[in-house]
């Protein structure tokens, strides 16, 4: 459990750290739009090879940023073949079958996509989590937030609330090492290859796990009582944000991002080599 990497925070200096968490807020909102956007193998490439240059550019080390994925590797795996099995393709002949399942090309390539896919949502969040603190996150997206202010939407308390539940992703995660490290003393059968022990096994740690959350929740209020909170109303930051040319420019590079891949899916003038790259 330790080696889940979201919502841990990697103390490093680099421009991805130093980089305003607002502008990392709305990098990222494009930043899943454009991959969804993503077809052809070589769009899928591309934003992988930016990513990639973004974590060393973070200097957050790969491994770190790879461990993510063991949280979605059982459901990637899953997705993947449903995808490879269930995919029907009238058109061609299938490349292997059982009974009515058909294995077909194309299918095996939307299979691939799909798996991508999901590594390249899971990547990128797992970035902004490793490089920027819970504070800064609630920071920022209050302020992105701030114009629903007018509606009398309770931007402050949303904000505070995610702030809250990332900064309680590590100590849960630590909780739950405890808590199974205890049952595995008293006999508990983790390390079964039975199915349904595991699942009878994880029984007796899901309801310390709840007990220990509420119980760290009630501390929480009475820790925010104690020191007089009452609200967004009239409350400052510690830290002022400012955004740099950098950050600008960070920006505009991930529009580009996104222009580039639209233009990929769409070739909208028609250009022989960029149907040869959108396959």
């Known amino acids: 459990m330790r080696d889940v990497a979201m919502g841990q925070y990697y103390p490093a200096n680099s421009i991805i750290h130093r980089a305003d968490p607002r502008f990392k807020l709305v990098i990222l909102i494009l930043y899943l739009v454009t991959v969804f956007f993503c077809e052809s193998f070589f769009s899928f490439g591309l934003m992988t090879f930016f990513v990639v240059v973004t974590i060393l550019l973070s200097r957050v080390p790969i491994l770190k940023v790879l461990k993510s994925l063991k949280v979605i590797i059982v459901i990637l795996i899953i997705t993947t073949l449903l995808m490879m099995i269930f995919y029907t393709d009238t058109g061609s002949k299938p490349l292997a079958e059982w009974g009515i399942f058909h294995i077909y090309l194309n299918g095996i390539y939307a299979a691939l996509k799909l798996g991508w896919r999901l590594i390249l949502l899971i990547l990128m969040p797992t970035i902004l989590t490793l490089t920027s603190t819970p504070t800064e996150l609630c920071d920022g997206l209050e302020s992105l937030m ?12 949303l904000a505070l609330i995610m702030s809250i539940a990332l900064r309680l992703i590590p100590t849960l995660i630590e909780e739950t090492d405890k808590i199974i ?6 006999g508990a059968a983790f390390e079964s290859k039975n199915p349904f022990k595991k699942i009878k096994a994880m029984i007796p740690v899901l309801i310390p796990l709840f007990v220990s959350s509420f119980r760290r929740a009630d501390d929480l209020a009475d820790a925010m009582d104690s020191r007089c909170y009452r609200g967004a109303k009239g409350r400052t930051r510690m830290k002022k944000l400012h ?3 950098g950050d600008v420019l960070g920006l505009l590079f991930w529009c580009a991002v996104t222009v580039a891949i639209l233009f990929l899916k769409y070739n909208w003038f028609g250009w022989a080599f960029i149907q040869v790259l959108g396959v």
């Open 146 to 157: 701030s114009p629903l202010k007018l509606i009398k939407f309770p931007v402050h308390e």
């Open 243 to 245: 955004f740099r040319v």
């Open 181 to 186: 490290n205890a049952q595995k003393a008293r």
